[in-house]
């Protein structure tokens, strides 16, 4: 988020410059989740692995380095919930369970 222009600015600065951004960030995640709950949509353990093999490939680093530094930091949730709301996304646009009948996006 940070630019190098925000590297001298005071922490009210920051906060009045990127409140609106994470105000709408905050609003698309409740709107996203109640879709996807709407939706029955759910991240199993093997997307979850999946998207981190993938990670750690892009990054060329282990899965299970990648995987400890997520458990470690608490972020494990960060990637489910990246997962779901692409499937909504998928929803949206037809391509999902939700528009198309498919299954493979809903509980994967």
Known sequence: FFRQEDMGCKPEELKEKYRPLAER??????????????????????????????LAQSRNISYDELFARIEKEKAVDVIKDGIKHGKVFDVILGLGAGASGAEGSKNG
């Open 25 to 54: 960030q905050v609003k698309e995640d409740i709107i996203l989740d109640a879709i996807a709950e709407k939706e029955g949509l759910t991240v199993s353990n093997d997307e979850l692995k999946e998207a981190v093999k993938f």
